[in-house]
Structures are given as C-alpha cells and as structure tokens.
C-alpha cells in the first residue's frame, strides 16, 4: 500500500498546535481534522463535540483552547455563561463554543443550575435539533437551534450522555524534560492568522463536495462514534490523511475514561511514592499495608471502609499503571506493582 502524503495544511497545523500544547499525534492530528471541521460544518448532518479532559490541574486545557480560539471558525471563548446568552448566541450566530470549567456545570452539588445548558449539550450535536424555551412576557414558546460545533475543557469525566456525543482527549502535566514556546497572543495572533487563512480556502473549497460523503469508518468504533466521527474521515481523506486519522480515532476512544476522584488519585499517587522508598516492586498487600499506616492518610476510612486492591487499581488505572505478577524477596510471587510502571506517572504528577 502507498503510503498517504497528508496535504501540507494537515503539517502546518499540527505543528502550530504543538508549538504551545504537549499531546500526543494522535490527539493533535484529531484536533488538527475538527479544526478544519468547524470551518465546513454547515456540510455535516453531525458534528461531535470534543471533550479535553485532565486528571488534574496546570495540564493545558486552557491553553489548548486559546490555540483553538485563534483557528476555528466563529470562535467563542465562555466560562460558565448564563442559558439565555448560549441560546441565543449559538440559534443566531452558530459560533464554535470554547466551553472551559465544564466540570462545574457538571457536578452534583451544582447541577440544578446548569440544567439548560445540559439539554443544550445533550441536544447540539445533530443539525437540526432545537430546544423549546419561553421568551418574553408573552412567554411565547421559541425553538432554539443547538446544532454546532463545541469543546468541553474540565476535570474529570463528564456524563455518558455528552460523553457519547465526544470526542476523548485527555491531557497530562508535561514533565519538566517537555519544552512547549510562551503563548504570547499579541505576537501569535498574526501569524495564526495566516493559517487560518489558509484553512478557510480549503474549506471554501471542498465543503461543497464533503455533503453527503460516506467513508469506511473503524470497526473498533461504536455506531454512534463512527456516526459522528465521519465528517473528521471524510476531511482526512480529502487532506490525503484519512489512514492516519482512522487510526488516531481509535486511539483516542480506546482508552479509559476518567472519573471524578482526582484529587483521591493525586494523594494516593503520592503516598505510593512516599512508601515505595527504593523499592523496585511491591506487592498489593504489602503496599496497602504501608498507606494504611501513613498518619492522617484516608486509605483506612476510605468511604467508610479500607482501601482495598481493587480501589487502588481503579484510581491508578486513569495514569495508565495497572498490578502485574511481582517477583519479591525469597522467591515468591504476587500480584504487585513496579516502580518503573509508576515513574511516569511520578514525574508528570508530583
């Protein structure tokens, strides 16, 4: 098979979006397709949202949407605003909303606040969906268009019904060895504007011939990611990139969801540092023994009862550590973990 020649346009904006964010190809090359997307969604009856998540804070998601901002079509920067002004900005001016803080509006102890902007969310990824509200002193019943592209940038997980309509990139801290440039907008903005540029030729383009286009799309995804995810494929594949982008798709929704413990995580990824010392290796028994004597720590109460392996598997898993079979002194073996499986998780983390 011949190897794909990605149009130039794909390598100037995935290299622009690394300039100032750590992620991986994958996640950058999907970013790089629903850029462009934004820009001839008019041309889809779907459109997914994509969800930039992180474990914790300080891991780019904020910086990611600023180099977004400078790139999509219609761009709207907004932190928690109010139901009436999304309604109405996204039924009149169909911008791409940059939604950052989305945790927020999706927290329990919250939510009742949020609930229009939920069925805004649960509503806007297909053309032609509206939400009813009244309007007015007549309160006159008003059907508000949702349909257009979004970004959801928050901790930890959202809820199924978003996160079936998304597209999964999980950020992480950088470590100390990974060098991103300033993003210094006054200086950035007029050479992003260029590429923007250039990105508004293309669609202007070949929008037109992307109407109706059906692509083979991954078996590895669900029916409803392969729905909304078509459009992304159909652009690769005018950018000469379609191999790659099939590939990052099934990448980025393969891996674990996150959950909405990660302050629980970071403390125990700490105290598994604290009681690893210089060990190679320890077993599951051996290491919830240890944190259940760290003074003030939570793993003997935790939720009411100890911490227990599974616990510690589950909050481990969203750093991509997972137990394996040990070898300890004396020749026995166990299940375990190894510092060389938490070490990345270290550096990146504390």
Same mark, same amino acid.
Do not use: H
């Given at each position: 098979?011949?190897?794909?020649?990605?149009?130039?346009?794909? #390598?100037? /904006?995935?290299?622009?979006?690394?300039?100032?964010?750590?992620?991986?190809d994958a996640k950058t090359l999907v970013v790089a397709m629903w850029i462009i997307h934004t820009h001839c969604v008019e041309s889809s009856v779907q459109t997914p949202y994509l969800a930039v998540t992180s474990p914790e804070r300080q891991c780019g998601k904020s910086r990611l949407l600023e180099v977004m901002e400078l790139l999509v079509a219609r761009p709207w920067m907004a932190v928690l605003p109010s139901e009436a002004v999304v309604y109405r900005n996204i039924s009149e001016n169909k911008p791409t909303l940059l939604l950052d803080e989305v945790d927020t509006i999706f927290n329990p102890r919250t939510a009742d606040k949020y609930e229009g902007l939920r069925a805004l969310l649960n509503a806007g990824h297909r053309r032609g969906a509206t939400v009813p509200r009244c309007v007015g002193s007549s309160n006159e019943v008003v059907e508000f %268009?949702?349909?257009?592209?979004?970004?959801?940038?928050? $901790?930890?997980?959202?809820?199924?019904?978003?996160?079936?309509?998304?597209?999964?990139?999980?950020?992480?801290?950088?470590?100390?060895?990974?060098?991103? !440039?300033?993003?210094?907008?006054?200086?950035?903005?007029?050479?992003?504007?260029? /590429?923007?540029?250039?990105?508004?030729?293309?669609?202007?383009?070949?929008?037109?011939?992307?109407?109706?286009?059906? *692509?083979?799309?991954?078996?590895?995804? #669900?029916?409803?990611?392969?729905?909304?995810?078509?459009?992304?494929?159909?652009?690769?594949?005018?950018?000469?990139?379609? *191999?790659?982008?099939?590939?990052? /798709?099934?990448?980025?929704?393969? #891996?674990?969801?996150?959950?909405?413990? !990660? %302050?629980?995580?970071?403390?125990?990824?700490?105290?598994?540092?604290?009681?690893?010392?210089?060990?190679?290796?320890? %077993?599951?028994?051996?290491?919830?023994?240890?944190?259940?004597? $760290? !003074?003030?720590?939570?793993? %003997?109460?935790?939720?009411?009862?100890?911490?227990?392996?599974?616990? *510690?598997?589950?909050?481990?898993?969203?750093?991509d550590v997972s137990s394996t079979t040990v070898a300890l002194k004396g020749g026995s073996r166990k299940k375990g973990y190894k510092r060389d499986d938490l070490s990345e998780a270290w550096s990146r983390y504390l």
């Open positions: 098979m011949t190897k794909q020649k990605p149009n130039p346009l794909v #390598s100037e /904006l995935t290299d622009f979006i690394k300039r100032f964010v750590v992620m991986g %268009s949702t349909f257009g592209p979004k970004v959801l940038a928050g $901790i930890g997980m959202l809820p199924d019904t978003v996160a079936d309509r998304s597209i999964p990139v999980r950020l992480e801290r950088k470590r100390r060895d990974e060098k991103v !440039e300033r993003f210094n907008r006054r200086s950035v903005e007029p050479e992003s504007a260029g /590429l923007r540029e250039r990105i508004e030729a293309w669609a202007k383009s070949n929008a037109a011939a992307l109407d109706g286009v059906q *692509v083979p799309m991954p078996e590895e995804l #669900s029916d409803r990611e392969q729905d909304g995810c078509e459009c992304l494929v159909a652009i690769a594949k005018k950018l000469k990139c379609s *191999v790659r982008v099939r590939k990052a /798709l099934i990448e980025l929704f393969t #891996s674990e969801r996150l959950d909405d413990q !990660e %302050s629980m995580r970071l403390r125990l990824l700490r105290d598994i540092q604290k009681v690893f010392g210089d060990r190679k290796v320890m %077993s599951t028994e051996a290491l919830i023994s240890a944190l259940y004597a $760290i !003074e003030e720590a939570p793993w %003997s109460n935790y939720y009411g009862r100890g911490l227990e392996p599974r616990d *510690v598997g589950n909050l481990l898993r969203q750093f």
